[in-house]
């Protein structure tokens, strides 16, 4: 369901891109505007990645300079049945993770200081296999696609509302118009958090089943929320539109399950965890018991 749920939300996007290119341009500028797309989407496929981990200053780490969190990374990959990703850490106070990569083969991970500091073993393990489950089933590369095209669809409106439609060549009425430059933006940013806050659901479920404790996993999404409300990511509040990749949002302000929240609420979804550990059976039912990573120092260094 997911999965149908996503590929209907896509083919929206995508539909809602290619009217607004028909409204300014008529089928000329809807070739333009498809075009234009595409050569976004190439360059996004294969740089977004090198371009995301830049931004944080991600430094990469193996099994010398971080070898229980590389060898804990590596044994999840096992069981999800992926490649070991490369691996990073982030210099950040705030407590959190992201994935990214065009595919499981070119994938990478990224783990900010902070959540190392904070969480338990158990914790860790359930945040790194959420994230290999994002590499798995390629949501990386979905959220890639998504956030370009919404972003192409805002530009459109963007020219669209600075030219006062002088570049309408479909026929469509000035009222009409109108509307579709006001209301596509926004339809395409509500497009985006719902796939977003979909995929990031069908995560916390394979990452349990990856992890074999998902709430380990729920969890960590406790401490992480309540650490990132917190705690500012300053990098992230400079670039909102990266927010979407984190395992919780980032960015300061409500964290409420609306249409314009880029992740779904945390109780939500440590609700959804709890219900499939007890559905896994015993030794399931509470909080996995603390296992300190090593204190402040951190196992990274």
Do not use: C
């Amino acid at each position: 369901m997911n999965y149908m749920k996503t590929a209907i939300l896509l083919a929206g996007l995508t539909a809602l891109f290619m009217a607004v290119g028909y409204v300014l341009g008529g089928q000329f500028g809807m070739l333009i505007a498809l075009g234009v797309a595409v050569a976004m989407n190439a360059w996004s496929y294969w740089n977004s990645d090198k371009a995301l981990l830049s931004m944080y200053g991600a430094e990469e780490v193996d099994a010398t300079s971080a070898p229980d969190l590389y060898a804990m990374t590596a044994e999840m990959a096992a069981r999800a049945g992926i490649p070991m990703p490369r691996l990073y850490v982030i210099h950040d106070e705030q407590p959190n993770a992201f994935a990214t990569g065009r595919n499981p083969q070119n994938a990478a991970v990224a783990v900010n200081t902070g959540l190392l500091n904070m969480l338990s073993r158990e914790e860790v393990a359930g945040v790194i296999a959420h994230e290999l489950a994002h590499i798995k089933n390629r949501d990386t590369l979905i959220m890639t696609v998504t956030a370009t095209i919404a972003g192409a669809v805002s530009l459109l409106g963007n020219i669209a509302a600075f030219s006062g439609g002088n570049h309408n060549r479909s026929g469509v009425g000035p009222f009409l118009t109108l509307a579709i430059m006001i209301l596509a933006p926004l339809a395409a940013m509500v497009v985006q958090m719902m796939i977003s806050r979909t995929r990031e659901y069908a995560a916390d479920r394979a990452g349990g089943e990856i992890s074999g404790d998902p709430l380990a996993l729920a969890s960590a999404l406790t401490k992480i929320s309540n650490g990132a409300a917190q705690i500012p990511n300053d990098v992230a509040e400079r670039n909102p539109a990266t927010a979407h990749m984190f395992i919780v949002n980032p960015l300061s302000g409500a964290r409420m399950d609306n249409l314009f929240s880029t992740h779904p609420d945390p109780q939500n979804r440590v609700d959804e965890l709890v219900a499939q550990a007890q559905a896994m059976g015993p030794g399931r039912a509470g909080f996995a018991a603390p296992s300190p990573w090593g204190g402040a120092a951190g196992p990274w260094r």
